[in-house]
């Protein structure tokens, strides 16, 4: 052998051990590096599925807590058209009017109560629907960050406000005070701007009402609340 190929096979006899020891550190470099790869691919796929199980765990949580919230507004709402209908009850006045029929203030009165019962319905009913979603989906959150830490055995200092009993109670029984008073409280500045709105528009007892009027009449209580 002679020439190029001569100086190369020397040059490879003389330097084989570190020709050898160069390639096994390629060699490990790159096994490793597959090997790092994977591992990395694995963690993010396993990142991955936690991740969106726990996002679909905290949706679900909260699609029970707004279908909870909605069943319970539908189970409570009658109570308060009872109280409305106890409040804003027409018997009385209907029966002066059996006796007096000709009473143009009785007529009135009772024009005010109708109007007042429609309205103070709408605000009752859309206040008491929010109230009720607001305070149930409070404790649902507390809830879910309760079953979170004792899931993941969190330490007490760091696992975030909790939910005891005695406060799901205290949210819930505020429920009570908008029954007793709230209610009240609305229906009072709904039959002010009733009356209010039916003496600006000079309407009389023997108008024939259309949408339109009506739809006026309300928008004009609404702004007068507002």
């Known amino acids: 052998m002679s020439g190029p190929v001569a100086s190369t096979w020397d040059f490879i006899k003389r330097h084989k051990g570190k020709m050898l020891l160069l390639g096994a550190g ?6 490793i590096n597959k090997i790092i790869t994977r591992f990395d691919r694995n963690w993010e796929k396993s990142a991955s599925k936690d991740f969106v199980a726990e996002v679909r765990k905290k949706e679900q949580h909260f699609d029970n807590s707004i279908r909870t919230s909605n069943s319970t507004c539908a189970n ?16 009385d006045i209907l029966q002066q ?18 109007l007042t019962r ?14 009720l979603r607001i305070q149930l989906l409070v404790i649902a959150g507390y809830l879910y960050v309760d079953s979170v830490s004792n899931s993941s055995a969190t330490p007490p200092s760091t696992a975030g406000p909790s939910m005891n009993q005695s406060i799901q109670l ?29 003496d600006q528009a000079g309407l009389k007892l023997n108008d024939r009402l259309s949408y339109r009027d009506l739809k006026n009449v309300f928008d004009e209580v609404c702004h007068s609340i507002s």
């Open 76 to 91: 409570m709402a009658p109570k308060i058209i009872d109280i409305l209908d106890q409040l804003l009850d027409p018997q």
């Open 170 to 198: 205290k949210y819930l029984s505020l429920l009570h005070a908008f029954y007793d008073e709230g209610i009240k409280e609305i229906v009072a500045p709904v039959r002010e701007a009733v009356m209010q709105t039916l």
């Open 118 to 131: 429609a309205a103070s319905e709408v605000y009752c009913l859309s206040l008491f629907v929010c109230y």
């Open 97 to 114: 009017l059996s006796r007096s029929p000709m009473d143009t203030s009785l007529w009135k009165e009772l024009s005010v109560m109708i």
């Open 26 to 31: 390629v060699g490990g470099y790159i096994y």
